[in-house]
T-cell receptor
Framework: KAGVTQTPRYLIKTRGQQVTLSCSPI?????VSWYQQTPGQGLQFLFE???????NKGNFPGRFSGRQFSNSRSEMNVSTLELGDSALYLC??????????????FGPGTRLTVL | AQSVTQLGSHVSVSEGALVLLRCNYS??????LFWYVQYPNQGLQLLLK??????LVKGINGFEAEFKKSETSFHLTKPSAHMSDAAEYFC????????????FGKGTMLLVSP
């Protein structure tokens, strides 16, 4: 079974631009979560989607948004990019995500650099 | 609120030596705990998880972890380190009841010398 895929793997943008990242979950998984990884803050939860609805949200500004499609694929968007948005963005999928024990499987990440 | 503390941002061992990576958690509900490994320029790979079935959990690549409620710990061990174990290791606790959102520790970089 194919794992979680993320596109693109690398992205370079300038301040003020916007960016869209894509995530395809493992087949049959309906929950998709997004995390931001930086050297200073570590791994931080952005949001989770299930059945095309945002079910949980971390403490990030409104510039960060996402959506999920009927085939469970998900996109996240960052508008008005800032230098501090440079990070590895990780997507994780799980079967349903509604219980603590549901395991999340991670993709390889998208490395975003903001200049 | 839940949190995870990983003692030591870097741990160095010799090949063949015991690996011990420390993780302490704080949780207001019975915790579900995970260890993930991250190799350079890659995502996170699940090593093992604790879901209350057994306190000693065996994972992939010879790793295991023991859940100790009295010490609020979930340390990761491996009897004999291999060069290929060099990576960053993250301990995580899942969210409040009803959510699988993970709260991660800061990570521990394992360095293995020949």
């Amino acid at each position: 079974k194919a794992g979680v895929t993320q596109t693109p793997r690398y992205l370079i943008k300038t301040r003020g631009q916007q960016v869209t990242l894509s995530c395809s979950p493992i087949s049959g998984h309906r929950s998709v979560s997004w995390y931001q990884q930086t050297p200073g803050q570590g791994l931080q939860f952005l949001f989770e989607y299930f059945s095309e609805t945002q079910r949980n949200k971390g403490n990030f500004p409104g510039r960060f948004s996402g959506r999920q499609f009927s085939n469970s694929r998900s996109e996240m968007n960052v508008s008005t990019l800032e230098l501090g948005d440079s990070a590895l963005y990780l997507c994780a999928s799980s079967l349903a995500g509604g219980t603590q024990v549901d395991t999340q499987y991670f993709g390889p990440g998208t490395r975003l650099t903001v200049l | 609120a839940q949190s995870v503390t990983q003692l030591g941002s870097h741990v160095s061992v010799s090949e063949g030596a015991l690996v011990l990576l420390r993780c302490n958690y704080s949780s207001s509900v019975p915790p579900y705990l995970f260890w993930y490994v991250q190799y350079p320029n890659q995502g996170l790979q699940l090593l093992l998880k604790y879901t209350s079935a057994a306190t000693l959990v065996k994972g992939i690549n010879g790793f295991e972890a023991e859940f100790k409620k009295s010490e609020t710990s979930f340390h990761l061990t491996k009897p004999s380190a291999h060069m290929s174990d060099a990576a960053e290791y993250f301990c995580a606790v899942s969210g409040q009841s009803g959510y699988s959102t993970l709260t991660f520790g800061k990570g521990t970089m394992l360095l293995v010398s020949p």
